[in-house]
């Protein structure tokens, strides 16, 4: 059993935006005119695949390095994601004059590799599997004092992706519904403790894929559970919440008023359409919330928002989707 700890408050976002307002950008909002014209409402897109390193996971990664004490700064920081919280955290130790060290294991593949190296981490390359690469982790923040930043489930991450809510409820003040990818839940436990605390009203969606939507089984089984991690054009949602989550399942389950999965063709035909209408190159991940508008899985209340959460797509791979070309990624090994 996990121990429960108090949700993440607006305060603490506030306190967030402060903190990270030197180095992250505020990323604009446009509205939609196909969608809103489609939708006969207002549908806008929070552009944050147009964050500096690609994705929201800047925020949240600027914000946890911040709220270290001096002493742990000198020590610096490790992790072990060669994604989108790799990058920002890379980048975020780097703006702060602080030592990051990722770890990976020998099969992750060149590009991520020299994505993370690019944004000014130390990588290093041990063993067979991301376990093993951990446990590099484990002995960097036992025996030289690290200090080890989750992706997700840790109250500053939160408090960081939750200044994306603050945003958002500035550029788009008569917002109903907003539509959030997830995954591990930070950006939603964030985004909904924000909006939540200055407009109860407004309803909150999570969006998953339909491939290995751990938060979603997790929710239906009641509390955290082991879910297969399988291929999918959403890379960046795959992935487990950990078995001893400590704040975003319970802030999830409480704060989120549903949970929408999409299929493999939906999240292609949203980074279609967000590229050839909005003209704009988003990765699976962040066509979600497209990809149920354009499904009519949302019941469409009032003015929508849906989050572009990240840009960090394999270009060749990008244009065989906005080709039309059928993009299979079901059968390679997750
Ligand atoms: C990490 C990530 C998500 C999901 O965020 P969680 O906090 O894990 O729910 C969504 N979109 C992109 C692009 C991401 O990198």
């Not at 067979?128 to 109250?155: C, K, W, Y």
């Not at 497209?290 to 990008?318: F, T």
């Amino acid at each position: 059993m996990s121990t429960a700890q108090p949700f993440v408050e607006l305060a603490e976002i506030e306190a967030a935006r402060s903190a990270i307002a030197a180095t992250v950008r505020r990323t604009p909002v446009n509205k939609s005119p196909s969608l809103s014209e489609l939708l006969g409402c207002p549908v806008h897109l929070k552009l944050e695949h147009t964050q500096i390193t690609g994705s929201f996971k800047l925020r949240g990664a600027t914000n946890a390095v911040a709220s270290l004490s001096d002493a742990d700064k000198q020590r610096g920081v490790a992790g072990v994601s060669t994604g989108n919280h790799g990058r920002g955290l890379a980048h975020a130790a780097k703006a702060a004059g602080v030592r990051c060290i990722i770890c990976m294991s020998r099969l992750v593949p060149q590009a991520k590799i020299d994505g993370i190296k690019a944004q000014g981490a130390e990588v290093r390359i041990v063993g067979n599997s991301q376990d093993e690469a951990q446990l590099e982790v484990d002995r960097l923040v036992d025996e030289d004092g690290l200090t080890m930043i989750p992706p997700f489930d840790h109250r500053a991450i939160i408090a960081g992706q939750g200044t994306l809510g603050l945003e958002l409820l500035e550029q788009v003040p008569d917002v109903a519904t907003v539509l959030v990818p997830l995954s591990g839940g930070g950006l939603v436990s964030g985004v909904a403790a924000a909006l939540k605390a200055m407009r109860p009203d407004v309803r909150i969606i999570g969006i998953s894929m339909e491939r290995g939507p751990a938060m979603h089984e997790c929710l239906k089984a009641g509390g955290p559970v082991l879910v297969k991690e399988l291929a999918t054009l959403a890379d960046s949602l795959g992935g487990g919440i950990g078995l001893g989550n400590q704040l975003t399942f319970a802030m999830t389950r409480d704060l989120v008023d549903d949970v929408v999965l999409v299929s493999e063709a939906e999240i292609a035909a949203g980074i279609r359409h967000i590229y050839w209408q909005e003209r704009q190159i988003v990765e699976g991940a962040g066509a979600v919330g497209v990809a149920a508008l354009l499904s009519r899985k949302i019941e469409s209340v009032g003015p929508v928002a849906a989050i572009l959460s990240g840009g960090n797509i394999d270009m060749k791979q990008h244009h065989r989707v906005i080709s039309g070309e059928d993009v299979d990624v079901t059968q390679e090994a997750a």
